[in-house]
């Protein structure tokens, strides 16, 4: 069931604190056949309720404040890339490549949103740079779709095969994933317990002066990051300067957070990262399983050069399984998962009301994030905590709840109280509120973005809020 009791018992939360989260139920927000709504209330709260209980920590409070979460907020946050405006403009959602297309034998989802998933895609299809919507169409009509998955995947691409829920309960991969927890916790040593300074309570600040280093992209870690830069997380995203970030991706994720880039494959920028990394007290990665172990980044390598870290890991698929390695993006885990098939029509695939499984699954990670500080300040240790999008889809489709007879737009009206705008080095900027909302709390960002890769790659001068092991 996609219940709040579910999930926080999966964050290793105490059921006693349960009764401190009340609802606001709005009619009418994500509607689908899936229980989206509930499920984003659900991550949205496990976020919020993990936050109180770290405030009152540090805040020394006697008991944890009340969270207070709203449909209409969730909603709003859930869409956050479609409300998002640039001096009025509209922002860039999926490419023309990025769609269902008709196979031979069924359909075939790609993402090309990218220009490097782009090109990998047309030379899978031995297709050059300049081919039309209408050619590759008309190529991938006459081809099965398993095919089209393996080769444009073999070729660096992406491109996923639709399969019914059957389907994908009997694929290795689904049958792997079902296996495992929603999320996955573990202790990596012995290091001593955290030693959390107070922080004061207007506003409360649970994540005040915690260090985040934002290794991910694409909604889902952009999500978990940004979350905790509205809790007070000094939060610094590190790109490559190779892989330049969509504008609006941008604009729309890094509320509250620096943007610097560093190219790991030189020497100097690896000496900057591991000074980074020496005062650093979360670090949050986005990229397919193992992409970062050669720079020594898995999580055992990073607490055995800082022990008492808390790592959160993000993957489309899980680190197991036949697709372990694969890379991945909301929409394609639906198409995989069986999700489009059940949101869809006899005559064409679907898809929920928004990319639920990315902003979900990123409040879920930020909510593990602050269970771990928690935890390690009773504790001690060095803390992983993994999850998956393919995760949160089993865990959306296996809830037999019905929710509701298809998906519709959102009326736009049930929007309105949680958007806002303010002047950014980007222009004018429309966007969602925060939704993780509990007494006391902060109800907005302290900083918009700035611009992609311009800030120093240092940290903010030191206040000593809180340091793994004792006190320094």
């Known amino acids: 069931m996609t219940d709040i009791a579910f999930a926080w018992s999966a964050l290793g939360g105490d059921a006693a604190l349960l009764p401190r989260i009340t609802t606001v139920v709005r009619e009418g927000v994500l509607p689908a056949r899936l229980p989206v709504r509930k499920l984003a209330r659900t991550c949205v709260g496990a976020c919020a309720l993990a936050a109180a209980e770290l405030g009152a920590l540090r805040a020394g409070l006697a008991e944890v404040p009340e969270v207070r979460v709203d449909d209409g907020a969730v909603a709003a946050a859930f869409h956050s890339e479609r409300h998002l405006r640039v001096d009025g403009r509209e922002p860039v959602t999926f490419a023309p490549l990025s769609r269902f297309w008709r196979t031979a034998d069924g359909w075939v989802r790609t993402h090309a949103n990218y220009p490097h998933h782009r090109e990998r895609l047309l030379r899978a299809l031995s297709l050059t740079a300049d081919t039309s919507v209408e050619t590759v169409a008309a190529v991938l009509a006459e081809r099965p779709a398993a095919e089209v998955e393996e080769t444009v995947y073999a070729a660096g691409g992406l491109a996923v095969a639709l399969r019914t829920p059957e389907e994908w309960a009997a694929h290795g991969q689904g049958i792997a994933v079902a296996a495992r927890p929603l999320v996955e916790r573990e202790r990596l040593d012995s290091a001593p317990a955290r030693v959390h300074t107070p922080v004061e309570t207007a506003p409360l600040l ?4 915690l260090r985040v280093l934002d290794l991910t992209r694409v909604i889902a870690g952009p999500e978990a990051t940004r979350a905790l830069a509205l ?3 000094d939060v610094l995203r590190i790109d490559s300067p190779l892989l330049p970030e969509l504008p609006d991706h941008h604009a729309d ?3 509250g957070k620096r943007s610097t880039t560093l190219d790991l494959s030189t020497a100097g920028d690896r000496r900057t990262f591991e000074e980074l990394l020496a005062r650093t007290d979360v670090v949050v990665t986005g990229y397919r399983p193992g992409a970062l172990d050669r720079w020594g980044l898995s999580p055992e390598l990073l607490a055995e050069r800082r022990p008492g870290l808390v790592v959160a890991q993000l993957s489309a698929w899980g680190a197991y399984g036949p697709w372990g390695g694969r890379r991945a993006f909301d929409s394609l885990v639906q198409v995989a ?5 059940t949101e869809g029509s006899a005559e064409r695939p679907g898809a929920l009301p928004a990319q639920a499984l990315d902003h979900g699954t990123g409040f879920l990670l930020a909510a593990a994030v602050l269970r771990a500080l928690t935890d390690q300040a009773r504790e001690g240790g060095s803390r992983v905590a993994r999850l998956a999008l ?12 019905p929710a509701g007879d298809g998906p519709q737009p959102t009326d736009p009206r049930l929007a309105a109280p ?3 705008e303010t002047d950014s080095p980007l222009g004018r900027l429309r966007y969602a509120l925060p939704p993780v909302r509990f007494t006391s709390g902060p109800t907005d960002w302290t900083r918009p973005p700035g611009r992609w890769g311009q800030d120093p790659a240092r940290w903010e001068p030191d206040d000593g809020a809180s340091r793994p092991g004792p006190p320094l």
């Open 206 to 209: 649970p994540a005040a002066g």
């Open 231 to 233: 809790l007070g997380a």
């Open 253 to 255: 994720m890094d509320f």
């Open 337 to 341: 998962t069986g999700i489009a098939v």
């Open 390 to 401: 393919a995760r949160t889809a089993h865990w959306l489709t296996g809830d037999t709840e």
């Open 418 to 420: 949680w958007l806002t």
